[in-house]
Structure formats: C-alpha cells, structure tokens
C-alpha cells in the first residue's frame, strides 16, 4: 500500500459540522418555499426564496460588499456564519421569512473551503461560475425549433384572423350514447380569414378543403372578438369583447338542438341571422345573454378558464387591463380580480397557476391569478408591441410573437429567453394569428397578408422526446446529499449533474469532469459540502458541485480505473484495476 499526502481535509472536518436530515424538515412536514423582499431604492421586488441568487443585481452586490466590510468585525478577512447572516438580512425588508436554515445552506454552498467563514471573493466565485452553469446548461438543451420556418400555399385572400385545432371525438364502446373523449393528437387545424373563409387540414398541414361563409358582415359600432367553451356536450359559453370594452356571455342550455335552437340544426345553404334584440327580450330559446362593461377601451382578447368557470379580457386600458371574473356571476367583486399595466394589456395566455401578458411597453409579465399588485416575474427582450403570447405547461415554454414579426421562446419556470427567430419573411405586414400544438410541437402563424407559415420540429424528434431521459449515456452512479436535499448524478460521457430532490427539477450540470475518459466512481468528502469523482484513467478531482467549480485534483497513482472511493474522517482511500489502495491524507 502506499502512501499520498496530497490534500489536507482537516480543516473542513473540523470546523464545519455536517448537517443532518432533520434541518431540512419542519415538524416532519414537507417545507414550501417562502417569499422575501430585497430592498431596490423605494420598491420591493418579491421572489421565492429558493431563487435568492437569481435575484442579486448590481445594486445588490454594492450593498453586499459594503455590508462584508461593515460586519467582519474580527478582521479576518471573511465572515463567519452569524456575520454573514446579518449581512444579508440587512437588505432583506422580511426577515423572519428567510430562516437560519435557509442561510445555513447558502453559506455552506458559498464555503467550498470548509475554513468556516465566507469572503468577498468567495462570494463572487460562487455567483458567476453557478450563472455559467446554468448558461451552458440552457445552451445544452435542445433548440425548441431546430428547422427553418416553412411558408404554406393557402387559399386565403385576405388577413388570417384566427388559428384553431378541432380535436378528433371518439366514443367508447359501441353505443353512439357512450361517453365522448377528445383525441389530444388527432384532429384538424382550421385557419379563418377576415371574409369569412375557413381551410381546414391534417396534422401534417396538408389542405383537405376550404368553405366560404356566405353573409359575413361586422356591426361597425360593436367589432367583437369571440369564443366558444364547453365542458358539457350539452352545454356552453360563448364569450365575446367588442369596441365599447364590453364582455358578453351567450350561456347555452341546450347545444345538441343547436345553438340558437332547433331550426340551426337544418340544413340550409344561407347563413343565419340572430338579433341580440331576440336574444335580450327571451325570443330565442336556450340561450341566455349577460353584457358586462369592464374596459374603456377595447376589449382585445377574451379567454374561457373552465376550472373555475370564469374568464379573462384583456385591454389597453391602464387601470382595467387585465380582469378576471366569473362567468355566472357578472360584477360579483368578491369572484373578480383586476390587474393594472400602466400601457395596458395586448395579449396574454394562462396555465394552470399564472398568467401572461404581453403590451405595448414589449416588457412581458407574469402575475399569479391572486397577486394582483405586482407581478411574480417580468421578461424583457421584444422591441416591438408584443402582439401574441402562447403558454404551453407540456413543452414549459413560452411564446411570444411581436409586431415586428420576432417570434421569442421563453423558460416558463426559469424566465429565460430560450431562442429567437427574426428573419422571418413577412416584411412590413404583422402576424394577426398564431397556435401553438404542444404534442405536435408546431407553431402555425398567419400574417395580415394573408401567408401562413409553420415552425415545428422533426417527427423523429417528437418521438424521442416521449422518452425522457435524465443523461445522454449510460448512469454511473447517483448519491444523495442530505445537507442540500439533492441528488446528484454521474453519466459515462464525463457529465455530472445535481437534481433537486422534492421537485425532480435539475438545478445544474457541469460536462467533460474528466475530458473525455469515463467517470467510474463517485463520493462525497465527510462534510457532504464537496464531491469527488473518479475517472478510468486513474484521475480523482474535488468539485464544488453546486457551482460545477474544480476545487482540486489528486495526483494519479493508479494510472488505470479507478472502481471505488471511500471517505473516512479525514482520509481519501481509492482502489481500482491497479490493485493498489492509495490513502490521501
């Protein structure tokens, strides 16, 4: 056996005790994240706790790095545990939201030296190499459109108003009374124009027909925006905005008749023609109209939210440009909420927790349905009127298409700009429709011009991705580390990365640990603070693992694979093909 005395880890062992499980627990309950302030000038910008680093801007590291001066009051050059506490609680304007475990964590993250204090250049470190991992990380995904955008010959002659995909009914069993279920892939897109023709086609774009409504004619004192939603195959709601800043709601009780009784269901080769005079004095039967005024300017864009049987519009008015209520009790205060945008609101799409708006400031932003005053999250990189937004939950993405036709793809969790696409060849004329197919991954957009184009990705790909996989190689091993509730994953390809565990989320990955040989074996140091991980080659290297920083290196004894690495107080034992134990020390 033989000897190495390469790297001292004395110091980490004693200075910094390990963190049990049971700081990570309240009352054996499952902790949810939290929300601080940090104080910016005369406002508070809220965010979660979880996200603290991603919240520290310029003006933050100034405070910070007069605050380290302020409170190392021992002159040692770095702050101890409790030093570093206060310094960061000084700019935090609520403080018993942030908790000492919450510190604690950070600190050890920040501490990849185990001396048991932090300095100022510590603390740098640690913020720019984690930003660059998280960069590289994102620059590792896959580019959400891969393919050049693809025009489509159409029979349109006019503005594309509006983009749909009808989904394929099917009925279980062979009663024609079984239950109806919606087909999430199968089914046909339908594109509208402003005179009133419909094209419909395939899942793969492929024109099947065209019609032409006959007697398309628009009220010039009310130009309405509308929609249909229906959770009951025998019940419905047709919502509509119009010039006055006015939502209607056209309730159906009875849709199998047809929508405005029993003679819309004949056949006949002329439109038909309601007045909402009818409708107002209970002339037509099964439908019943409730007008509401909301906006003082128009009513942009109007949204069904079935989950709590309410809806959403949209204007560019400032002090209502975004108002949400309930679609059975117009003007009930209680069911309503009111969010204000200084330009207003030109368009927003909503996912299951939050909403999304875009408006003529090309700032977007995201609000939480009960969080009216400001919002969670804002987005900034359009130059132009942000005329579309599109959420998708399946993909986690967010589109948003602008008035100088730039299509943006968004992070829908980490607010990152994932891909931009500019050169698309509309010229001067805007897009006025856009849809967008998650389990297709297609992105259908219609121009003022009437052109029709298509972004979309591989079928190949789409198949690929139904299979999700945590590494591109074969996984090594996987550790879990209690002081920081996360996992933490080792692939052949030399790639490792660091998951968190209540989530399933990964927090970061850092590649090519050891160039191009295999890493063969993994481990923490006792402090569960530092990782070490060993390569085919005979290579040992210490990372901080929460930043993907290399720490150091060991020298190589073995010079073959390494198969295992033990940890034992403050000793490192490995052994491999080499049939040689080495101890560092």
């Not at 602008?402 to 793809?409: F, G, R, Y």
Request: glycine residues 6%.
């Amino acid at each position: 056996m033989s000897k190495e005395k390469l790297y001292n880890g004395n110091d980490c062992i004693d200075n910094q005790k390990s963190t049990s499980e049971a700081d990570f627990k309240d009352d054996g309950s499952k902790r949810i994240p939290k929300e601080v302030s940090i104080e910016d000038g005369s406002s508070h910008r809220r965010l979660n706790r979880s996200k603290l680093e991603d919240a520290i801007n310029l003006s933050h590291l100034e405070k910070l790095k007069q605050k380290f001066k302020e409170h190392d009051q021992d002159d040692s050059n770095g702050l101890d545990i409790d030093e570093f506490e206060h310094a960061f609680r000084s700019i935090l304007t609520r403080n018993e939201d942030l908790s000492k475990e919450e510190m604690k964590v950070m600190f050890m993250k920040i501490d990849t030296n185990c001396d048991g204090t932090v300095d100022w250049d510590e603390f740098c470190t640690y913020m720019l190499l984690e930003y660059k991992e998280r960069q590289d990380m994102n620059y590792v995904n896959e580019t959400p459109f891969p393919n050049p955008f693809r025009f489509i010959s159409n029979p349109h002659r006019d503005t594309i108003v509006g983009i749909g995909f009808l989904q394929a009914l099917n009925r279980r069993g062979k009663d024609d009374d079984g239950p109806v279920v919606y087909s999430k892939t199968n089914g046909r897109y339908v594109t509208a124009d402003i005179c009133g023709t419909l094209a419909f086609w395939n899942s793969d774009m492929q024109l099947q027909k065209s019609i032409v409504l006959d007697e398309i004619r628009s009220d010039r004192g009310k130009k309405g925006k509308w929609i249909l939603a229906s959770e009951n195959h025998n019940e419905a709601v047709m919502i509509f905005g119009d010039s006055l800043g006015q939502v209607g709601r056209l309730i159906f009780s009875s849709v199998q008749q047809g929508l405005f009784g029993s003679d819309s269901g004949k056949k006949t080769n002329q439109a038909r023609r309601v007045q909402m005079h009818d409708i107002l004095m209970g002339r037509v039967s099964g439908v019943k109209l409730v007008i509401q005024s909301i906006h003082t300017d128009w009513s942009k864009k109007v949204k069904y939210l079935p989950n709590y049987d309410a809806f959403i519009s949209c204007s560019m008015d400032p002090d209502t440009s975004l108002y949400f209520g309930n679609i059975y009790q117009p003007g009930d205060k209680k069911a309503s909420s009111v969010f204000s945008v200084y330009k207003g609101v030109n368009a927003f799409d909503i996912s299951k927790d939050y909403i999304v708006s875009g408006g003529l400031d090309t700032v977007l932003r995201v609000w939480h349905y009960t969080m009216t005053n400001k919002p969670t999250a804002m987005m900034k990189g359009h130059s132009a009127t942000v005329e579309h937004v599109i959420v998708s939950e399946i993909t986690n993405s967010i589109i948003s298409v602008s008035k100088d036709t730039v299509i943006k793809v968004w992070d829908l969790k980490d607010h990152v700009c994932l891909q931009t696409l500019s050169k698309l060849t509309f010229g001067v004329y805007p897009v006025t429709a856009a849809l967008f197919h998650p389990i297709h991954h297609t992105l259908i957009i219609g121009s003022k011009n009437f052109n029709l184009g298509v972004l979309e990705r591989t079928r190949k790909s789409i198949v690929n991705n139904v299979n999700i996989k945590s590494h591109r190689k074969c996984v090594r091993a996987a550790l879990y580390n209690q002081n920081f509730n996360q996992v933490v994953s080792t692939s052949y390809d030399s790639m490792v990365c660091v998951w968190d565990l209540e989530t399933g989320e990964k927090v970061i990955q850092f590649s090519q640990c050891h160039g191009d040989q295999e890493i063969t074996a993994m481990t923490f140091d006792p402090t569960h603070r530092r990782l070490l991980t060993a390569a085919k080659d005979g290579s040992v290297k210490i990372w901080n693992f929460n930043n993907g920083a290399l720490l150091g290196e060991l020298q190589n004894v073995h010079r073959e694979e390494i198969t295992d690495i033990l940890c034992c107080k403050n000793t490192f034992v490995t052994g491999g093909w080499s049939r040689k134990l080495v101890v560092y020390t």
